[in-house]
């Protein structure tokens, strides 16, 4: 297929707008860019996408989600306004997921995925959550990404909070789908997974212990650190250790391990996370939703932390994430300095282009270039004024919406074409979920 008629930004380093442009998709992979005349000579018997003057760039990337999540909207959490980030989890978040059957596990997964394909958002890394249907979770969430066409890396969230018996049912299902991704090349490099543990305050030395002894080699682990103060001062309490000291202490750091958050690790944790490789990932809206902080990003930047961007199970329009983390960062600061535009673009776009690469054996994701994966979208995005490689940043924070995103490509299949679902039916979908979560909100109710 040939992309024609589009105003291509590449995301590459350094980033080009090419005009006059046509890319060429095949296999799943971007086989060749040149100049439109020369490509249409080149290839004249191609299917040809007309962009219609719109804006081509790779689809956009979410570092940490939950999908288990979804069916939180719009619901009355119970009694009186949680106060901390701990009632938060206490009050919604566990009750919750305690709530979710193996067919809510699907639907909240489909209809964030539905989301994601209209917001331009084409690979996804889940963090699941589901105390009283763990074995299988995995599974259904991965055959949602391939039933709607999306990457994505899944795992579970271990947790020591329903018992030891449910901590080990959760170990078993991270090793059985690493193992499934592993062994199983039924995946096509669509869908990966790692090691997933919900945070140090719910987990014992003897659960990391057994996590540490199971981790197979190249995988790591995903996990919530100091998100709350909480999380740091339980880890004191039962260690003596700060988070990340303690989870180097277990092994659990590295190139192959994400930590989420990292608000308040203090100056030696993000060293330790330099010297580790480990990745860590951001997320505005959700801190600023939970009144936890917001982490010194622009030092950890500076330090050399791969800080990338997630949006925490907030809507996947990632657009939103990108501004609010502009913003964010000035008014935590008091200085309209802080959060230059072009570090919003490092986070969510090249380190987490990086990171996707990295979680895909080295499959080149979020970026335009001969031999990268095919996921992309089109935006139908008019300037005002003009347009160029140093005010892009600019250009987006203050102009792009997500509801611009007419048509998203994955591996080079559409799933989304000027606006419409290409094989997905949306409307079953969300009438499907709307039923099922009556009844989520119901056994939700029944545990207080
Ligand atoms: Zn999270």
Redo the contacts with the bound molecule.
Sequence with gaps: MLIINSTIITWGKPNEILHNHAIRISDSIIQDIGFQKDLLEKYSTDEILDAKGQFLMPGLICA?T?FYGAFSRGMNIHGSAPADFPEILQKLWWPLDQSLTNEDIKYSSLVSMVDAIKHGTTTLFD?HASPNSISGSLDIIEEAFRDTGLRGVVCYEVTDRGGYGKADEGIAENVRMIQKVNNNKVFDNKVSATFGLHASLTISEETLKKCRSVLPDNFGIHI?VAEHSVDEYDSIIKTGLRVIDRLDKHELLGENSIV?HGVHMDMREIAQVVETKTWVTHQPRSNMNNAVGMADIDSMIRMGVKVCMGN?GFSNAMWDEWRTCYLAHKLWNQDPRRMNGSSVIDLAVYNNSDLATHFFNGSRIGKIEIGAKADLILVDYTPITEVSTGNLPWQILFGFRDSMVTTTIVDGKLLMKDRQLVFLDEQKISSTACELSKEVWKRYERQF
């Design positions: 940490h939950h963090h919530h989420v925490d």
